[in-house]
């Protein structure tokens, strides 16, 4: 699974995404260390914080089947129906990752409008991050 590959993945979960208010569906395809791919999307809500990011549910969906080891997520997001353009994650999806992967060897993978793709360490989009190791 290359990240060319886990990219077409993010954006084929932006179909599923409900995303009613916003109208901008976001995909993501989290990657573990054995291989196996989660994918997730966005799912609003009429209460609009009771809303989950693409990358939440994928790991959501990750962790409750056991999955611990990761090492890259996709993000593909944009105005639904377009092409995706430069989604990056939000600082709670941020927080949230950081929970599970060592932050300077979990790469982020935003996809841009043209499925190319920018390659990051988590730990360039969270500095001085407050996780696990902290408490
Ligand atoms: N969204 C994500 O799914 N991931 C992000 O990292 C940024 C924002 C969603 C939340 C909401 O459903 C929509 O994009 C607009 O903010």
Known sequence: MDYAELSVMA??????????????????????KGGKVYQGCNIENASYPAGICAE???????????????????????????????AYPCGICRQFMNEFVKGDEFDV?????????SVHKLSELLPYSFGPESL
Do not use: Q, W
């Open 11 to 32: 954006d084929e979960a932006r179909e599923n995404s409900y995303c009613i208010y916003s109208d901008f569906s976001v995909g993501a395809a989290l990657l573990t």
């Open 109 to 117: 993978i935003v996809v841009h409008n043209d499925m190319s793709y």
């Open 56 to 86: 939440r549910t994928a790991f959501s969906k990750a962790i409750s089947e056991g999955e611990r080891e990761f090492s890259a997520i996709a993000i593909a997001g944009g105005p639904k129906g377009e092409k995706p353009n430069d």
